[in-house]
């Protein structure tokens, strides 16, 4: 919903479950992973949630991501990683891409590899929905601290990131200050989902 709330100097104009921002380009960067499988529903309904919450005048994309034995690998909407006006026809589609993907969760969580596409974008905000335990053999060896400065630090221009932890993560030590500091260190906001 559009809000007159001001956000430094810049007016805030998208808000999702208390996350705010007042960039007009959006990707959505989805954890693909198997242990995520069994909150697919959640994941998907949460994406679905924040593109609702996009208006016209915005322009948003979405890319997938997982680790398999073979590599990292990639799920794009659009097709070739842009980002697209949001409007009617392009929010169906996006809708419908998730729903194709739905039975894809599986592998680990290249968290780094994924953050070095989502840079390439022209994003001025990044949304991670993920559980928050990227497994450091898929992410040069990082534990969580180094992983989150190296993120920070390939974040050339500064596009913020947004940190959406979905799934058990209160189950594991960790997870929430994964995402929480990654988000902190990026100029953007956390927020965590159970389902």
């Given amino acids: 919903m559009e809000t007159e709330e001001e ?3 810049n007016l805030v104009t998208f808000r ?19 242990f995520l499988a069994p909150h697919e529903p959640l994941v998907r309904q949460s994406v679905i949630r924040a593109m609702e919450s996009l208006q016209q005048g915005y322009r948003f994309g979405i890319l997938g991501f997982q680790q398999q034995d073979q590599g990292p690998v990639y799920y794009r909407w659009p097709e070739n990683g842009g980002l697209v006006a949001m409007n ?3 929010r169906a589609d996006a809708k419908s891409f998730l729903l194709d993907v739905s039975d894809k969760f599986e592998g680990s969580s290249s968290v780094l590899g994924a953050f070095e596409e989502a840079f390439r974008s022209q ?7 993920s559980d928050g335990l990227p497994n450091p053999a898929y992410n040069e060896g990082l534990a969580s601290g180094p992983l989150v400065r190296a993120i920070t630090v390939a974040n050339r ?3 913020e990131i947004h940190a959406v932890t979905i799934g058990d993560y209160f189950k594991y ?3 929430v200050e994964f995402m929480e500091s990654l988000a902190r260190a990026n100029g953007g906001g956390f927020l965590a989902l159970s389902g």
């Fill in 123 to 129: 994003a001025g905000a990044i949304i991670l929905f």
């Fill in 16 to 34: 999702f479950l208390g996350l705010k921002t007042d960039r007009k380009r959006i990707l959505f960067l989805v954890d693909m992973n198997r």
């Fill in 173 to 175: 030590r960790g997870t």
């Fill in 157 to 159: 221009r500064q596009q």
């Fill in 7 to 9: 956000l430094g100097s």
């Fill in 88 to 90: 009617d026809r392009n």
